[in-house]
């Protein structure tokens, strides 16, 4: 062990350079920057996927009444006390277009909230912390008894009870359709091999 290179600090193994001169003589490249999880959405950033959201055509340049409803809804902004759905309908319906781009959004906020005596600062705060779209108040199931019981194909009678089949599974359009056999007979005829064709 007496032999080992005591200037290894100083130079890599076999003779190359070490890894921090190399890093000296690459130029400096910015770090992308990445958005954490935590990190503020900005009110432009908001406003295009709340544009996006429900259409699945949608670009994200312009904003429709029911969107904005759902963006202030979801922010807290549409309490049903000082601001309502009424009132940015009222608002929105000023500027005699479907959809409102970002420029317009704004001076929309801005004559809502002039006319209701509301801080512009305190919606637009509000519509930045609430997050994306979300669809936190859907409709759940619901599974109780009166539901099963509905629901038990077993106890179907007359032509519901044609639809499915004995695991309860839908028989489709069979289910929903008679089709013909093409024997010359009427439908609920039973006796359809007794009769001789001899004659």
């Known amino acids: 062990m007496a032999d080992v290179n005591t200037n290894s600090s100083q130079e890599g193994l076999n003779g190359e350079q070490p890894l921090q001169s190399l890093k000296d003589e690459l130029p400096d490249v910015p770090a992308s920057p990445r958005p954490s999880s935590g990190a503020k959405n900005s009110l432009a950033e908001l406003f295009r996927a709340f544009a996006k959201f429900g259409d699945s055509k949608a670009d994200g340049k312009a904003i429709s009444l029911s969107q904005s409803d759902k963006w202030m809804k979801q922010a807290k902004v549409i309490d049903g006390k000082k601001i309502t759905a009424t009132d940015t309908g009222i608002y929105f319906k000023k500027y005699k277009s ?36 979300g669809t936190s108040g859907t409709t759940v199931a619901v599974k109780t008894a009166a539901v099963d019981r509905l629901t038990d194909s077993a106890k179907y009678t007359g032509s519901s009870k044609m639809r499915f089949d004995d695991s309860g599974r839908g028989r489709g359009i069979d289910g929903r359709h008679d089709k013909p056999d093409g024997s010359g007979y009427v439908q609920g005829f039973n006796n359809k091999s007794s009769n001789d064709k001899s004659h």
Request: aromatic fraction near 6%.
């Open 98 to 133: 479907l959809k409102l781009g970002l420029a317009d959004y704004q001076k929309f906020l801005e004559d809502l909230a002039k006319a209701k005596k509301v801080d512009l600062a305190e919606i637009r705060d509000k519509m930045i912390q609430c997050g994306v779209p």
